[in-house]
């Protein structure tokens, strides 16, 4: 199962243009022989928390994704903004499948209050998997990425692969690949992780991209660097299946409950 983590530079607020390059993205993807092309949180209008941000449709949104899933005829996961009935919209992980169907959507956990996230989203409630080429995945947003026991729930369920969305500002880039190392060592899985690439004026925030795909071992198998394009890699699963063997899968869960 081959997954491409897709990087461009970021505008924010312009779902046209960033369409474009998702489609460009793809396109690589495919030439690539990917199954599976992930990008980085709220992809299609720029992840911020700030007033200045403009209102664009989340369903128009999510229906772009599921419409270049089916063009392409492979799995696209992206990202909208859920309207939730007497509530804050919802930050989603949308997984669009190969025929435009929705094969999962996870409402991120837990949001970054210390940028003021949840005074513009409110948060979900429960972890997300589904299933796709062989492989079981388990879904994350950006902050959820500092939290073990979502990844510990995981491996509880049986996943291999855990796909990480991410708006992670450059200057805290070493925690990023730190914490996509470890979530990947400790759980004998894999973690891909696709991040923003990009200058935000309105908060002057850099992002870096570093997109990167980790092993069961904790290695670095693919990464995207601080450039436009992306990085692909396969998704051994026959190979977390022997280490979790090899390490007593039993003794992940003592603290797990």
Request: with cysteine; hydrophobic share 40%.
């Amino acid at each position: 199962m081959r997954v491409y983590c897709a990087q461009a530079t970021q505008v924010w607020n312009d779902p046209t243009i960033m369409f474009a390059r998702a489609r460009e993205a793809v396109l690589r993807a495919v030439d690539d022989g990917a199954e599976m092309v992930v990008f980085s949180e709220q992809f299609a209008t720029g992840w911020r928390t700030s007033e200045e941000s403009s209102e664009v449709s989340g369903d128009v949104v999510k229906s772009q994704w599921l419409d270049l899933a089916r063009e392409f005829g492979v799995v696209v996961v992206g990202s909208y903004a859920r309207d939730v009935l007497h509530s804050l919209p919802q930050n989603v992980m949308l997984v669009a499948g190969p025929h435009g169907e929705v094969l999962a959507e996870y409402a991120k956990l837990h949001l970054f209050t210390p940028c003021g996230e949840d005074r513009r989203y409110s948060s979900g409630d429960v972890p997300v998997t589904f299933s796709y080429g062989g492989v079981k995945f388990g879904c994350a947003v950006c902050f959820d990425l500092r939290f073990p026991e979502l990844f510990r729930a995981y491996l509880k369920e049986g996943c291999e692969c855990v796909i990480v969305q991410a708006a992670w500002p450059a200057a805290r880039v070493a925690d990023w690949e730190l914490l996509l190392r470890a979530r990947a060592l400790e759980n004998r899985g894999y973690v891909v992780g696709a991040g923003c690439l990009g200058y935000d004026a309105v908060s002057g925030t850099d992002y870096s991209g570093c997109g990167m795909i980790c092993d069961y071992e904790g290695r670095v198998r693919a990464d995207a660097g601080v450039f436009e394009g992306g990085c692909c890699c396969s998704v051994d699963v026959e190979g977390v299946r022997e280490w979790r063997e090899r390490w007593g899968i039993d003794s992940f869960f003592v603290f797990v409950g």
